[in-house]
């Protein structure tokens, strides 16, 4: 079945077009005809000019995988059980692969059960229509799109539309991906779809949804360049609190979160902190001890995001302490103690841009740096241990955020015109 349109393949960059066309030579090659499916497509409908590439292969995926891996120079990482793939090579993005599959729902929130199937029927278990359309690949329909259920007219009118009445019920992370695009692309659900949402909340669907599956949910939301607005549709369909208890986005949640996303880029991922985590302390600043932690445990969050949630209370303080400070010193001693994701989050609440900056150049700068002269240097310059020798290593590390001791040297002579040594003897 094919309404014949054709998304227009040719704004892709070379390579991936060129992966596309193998890909497809690669299937007919193996008598496995090989899609484009989902997100791409619908993408590349709205006239995006790059997208994922995630492939739908009518037979056996993981075997296409391994081969296409091999084609590419490659490797595919796979998940039997699933009957998906993974394949990394060096210079281009992942390729998903996933077999084309139905799927069945013993329960509500449980994992479905997976048979191989046609790609018609791949389309027919996914969510929305407009993620329920596949482009052929095979080269002698390559680029012809696959739209059996209308996903192109639902795209047209804006409108996110499930596919059968159950499948909220089926899939309750459903309705997170729901308020997820709906916010993206600032789509609706169809009235059809507003009905059987209103449903499916009132049966506690979201209360089926594992922590774990549910945490995956919130954190994909705050990865969006506009988290705010998938959250504003929660609000508005009486379902945020089931989501993330005690969550009241304020007025500026929307640009300080869309800004802590941002900002994000200007430091290493993973250095053991999330994004996500920093996006958590602004929507939960309002909230209460027990609802913070009713957050962490619904989300079951680690040990350091629930710390790092359990100070969202100080953030008004602490950001009232950065804007009145004027030195890098006094702006380490207000947040020294807070978690990264924290800070983040105080500098996206500081309203004032000078202040801004000045928190953006601690993050940067100020932030990892360490005096050059430690404890045993110290007690080699002749100065006893003990607590006051923590209290001159701290002096120091103020100073030299100040810019008042660059070198070993200049750091050495700071510490001695501030803490004289009384005739050689050692400052007790
Ligand atoms: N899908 C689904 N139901 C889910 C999850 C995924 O039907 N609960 C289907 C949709 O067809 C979706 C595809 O699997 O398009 C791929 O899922 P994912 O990568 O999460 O979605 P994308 O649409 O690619 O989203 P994004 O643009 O955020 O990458």
Not at 39 to 59: I, K, Q, T
Not at 251 to 264: I, K, P, S
Request: aromatic share 6%; net charge neutral.
């Amino acid at each position: 079945v094919s309404d014949g349109r054709r998304p227009d393949l040719s704004r892709l960059p070379p390579d991936v077009l060129a992966l596309l066309r193998r890909a497809g030579e690669l299937g007919a090659e193996r008598g496995e005809p090989v899609w484009l499916v989902g997100g791409p497509v619908r993408d590349l409908c709205l006239g995006a000019s790059n997208v994922d590439v995630d492939l739908a292969v009518e037979g056996d995926g993981p075997g296409f995988a391994r081969a296409l891996a091999g084609v590419l120079g490659g490797s595919a990482v796979v998940h039997d059980r699933f009957l998906t793939a993974t394949i990394r090579t060096a210079d281009l993005a992942e390729v998903d692969v996933v077999t084309a599959r139905a799927e069945t729902y013993e329960r509500p929130g449980a994992l479905p059960r997976v048979e191989r199937a046609d790609i018609g029927e791949d389309l027919r278990r996914r969510d929305f229509t407009v993620n329920a359309m596949a482009v052929a690949l095979a080269p002698a329909r390559f680029g012809e799109l696959l739209d059996p259920l209308g996903g192109v007219a639902d795209l047209a009118a804006e409108r996110l539309r499930i596919l059968h009445p159950r499948s909220f019920l089926d899939d309750p992370t459903r309705i997170l991906r729901l308020a997820r695009f709906a916010g993206r692309f600032g789509f609706d659900p169809d009235p059809e779809t507003a009905v059987r949402l209103r449903e499916a909340l009132a049966a506690g669907a979201l209360d089926t949804i594992s922590a774990d599956r549910l945490r995956h949910e919130v954190f994909l939301m705050f990865a969006e360049p506009e988290p705010a607005a998938g959250f504003a549709r929660l609000a508005g369909w009486g379902a945020l609190h089931a989501v993330v208890p005690g969550a009241r986005p304020g007025a500026a949640f929307a640009e300080q979160v869309a800004l802590a996303n941002r900002v994000v880029g200007f430091s290493e991922k993973g250095a053991g902190w999330d994004p996500a985590v920093a996006g958590l302390v602004l929507l939960s600043r309002g909230a209460s001890d027990a609802e913070r932690e009713a957050a962490g445990r619904r989300l079951n969050l680690g040990p350091a995001a629930r710390a790092a949630l359990a100070l969202a209370g100080r953030l008004d303080e602490r950001t009232a302490a950065v804007q009145a400070a004027g030195r890098p010193s006094e702006i380490h001693r207000a947040v020294r103690d807070l978690p990264y994701e924290v800070q983040i989050a105080v500098l996206v609440s500081l309203k004032d841009p000078e202040a801004r900056e000045r928190m953006m150049e601690y993050l940067r700068r100020g932030r990892g740096t360490r005096p050059a002269l430690d404890g045993n240097a110290l007690q080699a310059m002749g100065y006893a241990p003990g607590p006051r020798l923590g209290a001159i290593l701290e002096a120091l590390h103020e100073a030299k955020l100040d810019g008042l001791a660059e070198t070993p040297a200049a750091e050495a002579a700071w510490v001695r015109a501030r803490f004289r040594l009384p005739d050689g003897a050692p400052v007790s």
